[in-house]
């Protein structure tokens, strides 16, 4: 029985943290007393400095072509000095004009684009206009108003056009216009992903993948996966600009590109994705067997289901129906159970 105990002791004080001296803890304590004491007013102050700023920033990010256009000629410029100037070995102040070429060019692009997307949406093809949405009466004052505006796009539709065939096609090269096919590239992505017309053709496009995980949560993916790929590229190229010495260009790229990007993401569309995906996740994942025993059918949409969730009545549904159930009510759409959960 001796050694029994000799042992537990042992072991008592192997896993025991060990005292600290008197003096030492009232040092930590006062330490923690300072910290609680002055960290409450430090911070508040910070916050009120920045407020003006932070109001600013709002605006600003709510002016979203001003906001995009300015963020799209900072990273071009970005890309000039990284990708073709740095890694040529030389200053080439000449290749500095290629991201406002290449900017042009992905206008051009983008304006033919939304033109013929708007050619194949249109529905109406008349040349009169009604007073109201209502009303067989047609707006005789807009008629050649509006004949004048729909030439307008095609004429210059066709011009850009001819213009893009005549660089490219003819191919009659532009001065100081040298652009490699990793600048190519890293330019063209993000300029699809802050453009407006190609960021509304990315949701049907990660629509038509059916990926399982994302549970139909799509529309809140989209500009999440958008904004993780420019933020990412932007921050590499701001990486490596910091090591060229370029501090003060370096300090606005990284403020505009990735800094105000990031705060966009994080107010509007994280911020969104993390509350749908919160509410979800009170819900469990349901297992193939539990699908099974419920014939593998959605109970709102009615069809099959190969991924679901399940809630504390036992129901199941798909994720995107049980969210939009949530919207109207906190009651399950079968037994009328009110959902309750304890945190």
């Known amino acids: 029985m001796g050694m029994i105990t000799r042992v537990r002791g042992r072991l008592r004080s192997l896993h025991t943290l060990p005292k600290l001296e008197p003096e030492v803890r009232d040092e930590k304590i006062a330490e923690t007393d300072l910290l609680k004491r002055y960290s409450g007013p430090a911070w508040s102050f910070l916050c009120r400095v920045y407020a003006p700023l932070d109001k600013c920033e709002r605006i600003y990010m709510k002016m979203s072509n001003i906001c995009n256009?300015?963020?799209?000629?900072?990273?071009?410029?970005?890309?000039?000095?990284?990708?073709?100037?740095?890694?040529?070995?030389?200053?080439?102040?000449?290749?500095?004009?290629t991201g406002l070429y290449?900017?042009?060019?992905?206008?051009?692009?983008?304006?033919?684009?939304?033109?013929i997307k708007e050619l194949i949406e249109k529905e109406d093809w008349s040349v009169t206009v009604r007073m109201t949405q209502h009303s067989n009466l047609k707006h005789v004052a807009m008629t050649a108003t509006k004949i004048v505006l729909e030439w307008t796009k095609a004429i210059t539709f066709i011009i850009t056009v001819t213009f893009m065939l005549l660089v490219f096609g003819l191919e009659q090269g532009l001065q100081h216009y040298q652009p490699?096919?990793?600048?190519?590239f890293v330019t063209w992505t993000y300029y699809m992903c802050t453009e407006k017309v190609f960021v509304d053709l990315f949701l049907p496009l990660l629509l038509c993948l059916k990926i399982k995980s994302l549970e139909a949560l799509e529309p809140l993916y989209a500009p999440v996966f958008l904004r993780y790929y420019t933020v990412t590229i932007a921050t590499i190229l701001v990486t490596f600009l910091t090591f060229y010495g370029q501090m003060r260009f370096t300090f606005i790229a990284f403020y505009l590109t990735v800094y105000l990007r990031v705060k966009d993401m994080v107010l509007n569309c994280l911020k969104k994705l993390r509350a749908e995906q919160a509410v979800l996740g009170q819900f469990r994942y349901a297992t193939e067997e539990e699908i099974i025993n419920w014939d593998d059918v959605c109970a709102v949409c009615l069809s099959s289901m190969e991924r679901a969730r399940i809630t504390p009545c036992q129901h199941l549904f798909h994720a995107n129906c049980l969210r939009q159930c949530l919207n109207n009510s906190s009651h399950c759409p079968i037994c009328k159970r009110e959902y309750t959960f304890v945190h």
Request: proline share 2%.
């Open 102 to 115: 290449s900017l042009m060019f992905y206008n051009v692009i983008a304006y033919c684009t939304s033109y």
């Open 69 to 97: 256009l300015t963020t799209q000629l900072v990273f071009f410029m970005m890309c000039d000095r990284v990708l073709l100037c740095s890694f040529g070995g030389s200053s080439c102040p000449q290749k500095k004009i």
């Open 180 to 184: 490699t096919a990793l600048y190519t």
